[in-house]
């Protein structure tokens, strides 16, 4: 597992300076983009935010960028745990 922050597009908006927990970071052949899976820490709020299975793209602080779906939310040591996958069309 490896650690980072970074961005996490909704469409028009934005959730800024998230806890990411990698499990998966693959650079996707022929493409700027990774595939990446792991954990997100968000608050209750962000997570209101969020719907299962929809598209998003992950920017982590050192630039690389990935189209992720969330696919489930769960409490995790007083905060949430948002578990993510690569977008199937990555």
Do not use: C
Not at 65 to 71: A, C, D, K, R, S
């Amino acid at each position: 597992m490896h650690e980072s922050h970074g961005e996490l597009l909704l469409g028009g908006s934005r959730l800024h300076n998230v806890h990411v927990e990698l499990d998966q970071e693959e650079p996707l052949s022929g493409r700027g983009d990774w595939m990446l899976s792991g954990k997100i820490h968000v608050s209750e709020q962000e997570a209101q935010e969020l719907e299962l299975e929809r598209h998003y793209l992950l920017q982590l602080v050192d630039g690389r960028t990935g189209p992720i779906v969330v696919t489930n939310v769960e409490p995790h040591n007083g905060s949430l745990r948002a578990a993510f996958r690569p977008h199937p069309d990555a």
